[in-house]
C-alpha cells in the first residue's frame, strides 16, 4: 500500500510480503517496553522480522544523548545491513512498545530468497525506503529552520505512523518534546514553543500526547 500526504510519499506494499514469507522461518521472540534489542559493537549472522509493536533505532553521542534515526513497526526488518554487509552493527535498536520479532538465521535467509528470487524486489522496496526517510532527514538537517524541520518530521510521522482521521493524520506515537527535539536537533523548550506555534497556524492539533496533522 502507498500512502500520500501532501508532498511525502511512502510505500510500504513490502511489509505483507516479507510477513507472508519469513514471519515463521526463525525464532519468535517476545520482549517489553524500553527493552534494548541490539546494542553491542558487533556483527550479526541473523536479521529481524517485526511481527508486532514498534521499535526505535537510534544513535548515542559521548554525552548520552540519543538521536533518532529510524522507528519501524509490523512487516519491517533490521538488522539487514550489517548482516549483508558483513561489518559492526551501528546503531542501537529499543522497543518502544511490547514488540515480538522473528529471529531469522543469515543462512536460512539468504537459501529462501534463492529459492524465492522474486522477493529481493521487497528487499530492495524495505531498504530504499529507509533509505529514503534518512534522505529526508540529511536535507532537513542542511536546509530547513527548526521550524520547518520541525513540521517536516510531524509530516513524514504521520504518513509512516499515522491514521486518518476527520480533521487529519493522527500521529500513532506518544512522542515527547524531548523525542521530537533529539530528531530534529533542537531542544525541548524550543520544541515546545513551535508546537504552539504550529497549532495556532492551524497546522497540527493537540490532544494529549497525540498530535494530529492536517
Given at each position: 500500500m502507498s500512502i500520500y500526504n501532501a508532498e511525502y510519499t511512502i510505500n510500504y506494499e513490502y511489509r505483507n510480503v516479507l510477513l507472508?514469507?519469513?514471519?515463521?522461518?526463525g525464532e519468535i521472540i517476545d520482549f517489553n517496553k524500553d527493552t534494548l534489542i541490539e546494542f553491542e559493537y558487533k556483527k550479526l549472522n541473523y536479521i529481524?522480522?517485526?511481527l508486532n509493536g514498534i521499535v526505535k533505532q537510534f544513535f548515542l553521542d559521548s554525552n548520552g544523548v540519543e538521536k533518532t534515526i529510524l522507528i519501524l513497526t509490523k512487516g519491517d526488518m533490521f538488522?539487514?545491513?550489517t548482516?549483508?554487509?558483513?561489518?559492526y552493527d551501528r546503531v542501537i535498536t529499543r522497543t518502544y512498545s511490547p514488540v515480538k520479532v522473528c529471529k531469522i538465521n543469515k543462512d536460512i535467509f539468504y537459501d529462501y530468497l534463492k529459492n524465492n528470487p522474486y522477493i529481493y524486489d521487497s528487499i530492495l522496496l524495505m531498504i530504499t525506503t529507509k533509505f529514503r526517510i534518512l534522505m529526508y532527514q540529511i536535507y532537513d538537517k542542511t536546509y530547513l529552520?527548526?521550524?520547518?524541520?520541525?513540521?517536516?518530521?510531524?509530516?513524514?510521522?504521520?504518513?509512516q505512523h499515522g491514521s486518518l482521521k476527520e480533521t487529519g493524520y493522527e500521529i500513532n506515537l506518544n512522542l515527547t518534546h524531548e523525542e521530537l527535539a533529539t530528531m530534529i536537533g533542537s531542544t525541548r523548550?524550543?520544541?515546545?514553543?513551535?508546537?504552539?506555534t504550529l497549532e495556532s497556524e492551524g497546522k497540527i492539533t493537540r490532544n494529549g500526547k497525540k498530535i494530529i496533522f492536517h
Open positions: 507472508t514469507h519469513f514471519k515463521d522461518m529481524y522480522l517485526i538488522g539487514e545491513i548482516m549483508i554487509q558483513n561489518d529552520s527548526t521550524k520547518e524541520r520541525l513540521f517536516s518530521l510531524l509530516r513524514r510521522l504521520s504518513v523548550s524550543t520544541v515546545t514553543k513551535l508546537l504552539k
